[in-house]
Every structure is written in C-alpha cells, then in structure tokens.
C-alpha cells in the first residue's frame, strides 16, 4: 500500500497528465488510442490511483509531445 507522500505523488503527476491531454484537446479514448492503452487506464493513471510504468509513461509523454522529464520536473 502506498504512504501519503506516494500518493500525493501519484495525483500530481496523473494532474500533469490531464493538464496536457486537455491543452492538447484528446479525450481520455483518444489519448488511449495513441497510446495503445485502455481508456480506464488513462483515467486511473490521472486520477493516481495506479503506479505507472515508466515505460507506460514514456509512451504518455511521446503522445502527449512532452518530454518524459517535463512530466516529472518538481514533482516530490
């Protein structure tokens, strides 16, 4: 189970995820789609519930036309 810093963690950065996918106009199905994820997947993964893999992340970043590094900067 994660702590309370895991956690606020997860939300930041499932924040940061929304935040891109709503400047770039997608739709959690569409990102999905660009992705090759499920579109529960994308929701999860904004809301913090689920711990990303890193390569699940490098996949976000390349769809969202981020750098993978813009996506965890300040996170803490």
Request: proline share 0%; net charge positive; hydrophobic share 45%.
């Amino acid at each position: 189970m994660a702590n309370l810093q895991d956690t606020r963690f997860l939300r930041e950065l499932g924040f940061r995820i929304r935040e891109q996918r709503l400047a770039h106009e997608l739709t959690q199905e569409d990102l999905a789609e660009k992705c090759g994820l499920h579109r529960t997947f994308i929701g999860s993964v904004e809301r913090g519930e689920r711990n990303v893999s890193i390569l699940n992340l490098r996949i976000l970043a390349k769809a969202l036309r981020v750098g993978l590094v813009d996506l965890l900067v300040g996170l803490d």
